[in-house]
């Protein structure tokens, strides 16, 4: 927007040269305005009021500038060029973003799916992926979803302790990426676990399961808001870029998530860590991607993500 708004007033100055139009004078005035505007900070509605600004006021003035010389006319050209035809804006950042979200979003989907899929044969699960400017995915077990209507808390650890696996990998592969970014981008590593037993049922229509119960909502509110978490008595954020964070509700969990994390430093997944109030956080080893296989193996609901 700032780049739009430079060549817009680009125009405004060379025509103001050939004419002392005092409405020319308001433009750049107007224009250096949101630019200082745009340097302190974008609000929500900054984008709309620019775009309307640019379309609706300064690119109308345009036939009655275009003849007041050749640098007036370079200007517009200028102008026209650089913005996207079909949007009407300058695109380069953003099309560069977009498209390094699009690429690691594709990469890290692949690579979770490709892991998934390894998953169900250590414990048969219902798996649910959601992929917007990252990757959310939610993990339902329990007896019901067995073959045999038995699970254990063996399976569950496998399935955690595999969850904190292919969490480094992700984290790995993401640096494994960045050279191939336009925009340098990171991500955070985040798991809720919980052990509370849920009422689950699939919807035939829909092919997808529904939590029944105000449990569900609560679940949900706690995801909506945990990567916004601040560490209690500082202004940090419990996500960092090449970390990994674990929030818990229960003691034995984080006890049990503790003895997975000393085991992955054994190994070289993950490097010193810090432990908090019902969460843990660690350093992932991005240097580095050990590969581990995890034993085959062959009541309740058990959710956790």
Not at 182 to 206: A, G, M, N
């Amino acid at each position: 927007m700032t780049d739009q708004l430079k060549l817009a007033k680009e125009i405004m100055h060379w025509a103001s040269e050939a004419k002392d139009w005092p409405l020319l004078r308001e433009f750049i005035f107007r224009i250096d305005h949101r630019i200082d505007s745009l340097n302190a900070g974008i609000a929500s509605d900054d984008e709309n009021a620019i775009s309307y600004f640019l379309k609706d006021e300064i690119e109308l003035a345009f036939e009655n500038l275009v003849n007041l010389g050749p640098r007036v006319s370079q200007a517009i050209e200028n102008y026209k060029t650089a913005i996207d035809p079909q949007l009407g804006l300058i695109y380069r950042k953003r099309k560069a973003f977009e498209e390094s979200v699009s690429l690691l979003n594709e990469h890290l989907s692949t690579y979770l799916e490709t892991e998934e899929a390894r998953a169900q044969s250590i414990v048969p699960h219902y798996f649910e992926k959601h992929q917007t400017d990252g990757l959310d995915y939610v993990i339902y077990a329990g007896a019901s979803i067995m073959p045999k209507g038995k699970i254990s808390h063996f399976h569950i650890q496998n399935l955690r302790l595999w969850q904190l696996m292919v969490s480094c990998g992700m984290a790995w592969r993401t640096e494994q990426l960045k050279a191939q970014l336009k925009v340098p981008l990171d991500t955070c590593q985040l798991i809720l676990t919980s052990s509370t037993p849920l009422s689950i049922r699939f919807r035939y229509d829909e092919k997808r399961f529904d939590v029944d119960g105000a449990y569900d909502i609560r679940h949900e509110i706690i995801k909506s808001r945990l990567d916004k978490a601040l560490v209690k008595g500082s202004r940090e954020r419990l996500t960092q870029p090449g970390k990994l964070a674990v929030v818990y509700s229960r003691p034995e969990e984080g006890r049990e998530m503790q003895r997975h994390i000393e085991f992955l430093q054994s190994t070289g997944h993950l490097m010193s860590g810090v432990r908090g109030l019902k969460a843990l956080r660690i350093n992932i080893n991005l240097k580095e991607q050990n590969q581990i296989k995890l034993p085959a193996i062959n009541n309740g609901e058990v959710a956790f993500r």
